[in-house]
């Protein structure tokens, strides 16, 4: 499968070397392989791919999960759409956006109290659409799509999501809890990376 390294701005295939060198753990690709299966069944199908990552107030997890997705999609040349939701609306945390920045995304920022932002991995890619919304909001897709959600929150109080052909339970522990304190830029960094490393496993697996 082709991939698009020669087109990616110099710090996010920095990242994503980085992250390619770190493989899930064997715990963690079983995790992983429901949304292998889905997106292989999707392809052998002709049918889109359509990723809706989901947690809560949709601001850290949900977000990091969505933007990386698509990247390496974009990066090993699958054709899939990410969005991303949660139960209720909040904002897409500046923290995330923040870390991203630094992965090396090119991000252009909305304003108000819950901003509209556009990330780009490279000159060409389209972007990649962030800010908090519910899971089932106009701008994602209403129907055939796997609902990943990524906090038990999510998981444990939205047990049915209309339109989905899949759920599958990727959990991530919330960043959250280190607002504030000395680890926090550390503990954003360590989750973006952690997310981005399956989220490049999950579509290096794609046939």
Known sequence: MSTMSN???????????????????????????????????????????????????????????????????????????????????????????????????????????????????????APIVAFSKVFDDEHNSSDHFAAIMTCSDADENCPFIPGADARIAVRYNDPKVYDNTEKEAAKYEERSNEIASDMFYVFSQIK
């Open 7 to 125: 087109l990616l701005y110099p710090q996010v295939e920095r990242s994503i070397h980085q992250v390619l060198n770190t493989e899930p753990s064997d715990t963690k690709k079983v995790i992983l392989q429901p949304m292998v299966d889905f997106i292989n069944s999707k392809i052998v199908d002709n049918q889109g791919v359509i990723l809706n990552f989901i947690c809560t107030h949709n601001s850290r997890r949900s977000q990091f999960a969505q933007i990386w997705a698509q990247t390496a999609a974009d990066y090993f040349g699958v054709q899939a759409t990410c969005y991303s939701g949660g139960v209720e609306v909040t904002a897409c945390n500046p923290r995330v956006i923040s870390q991203l920045e630094k992965a090396g995304f090119v991000i252009d920022k909305g304003e108000g109290e819950n901003p509209v932002y556009e990330l780009r991995h490279s000159e060409s890619s």
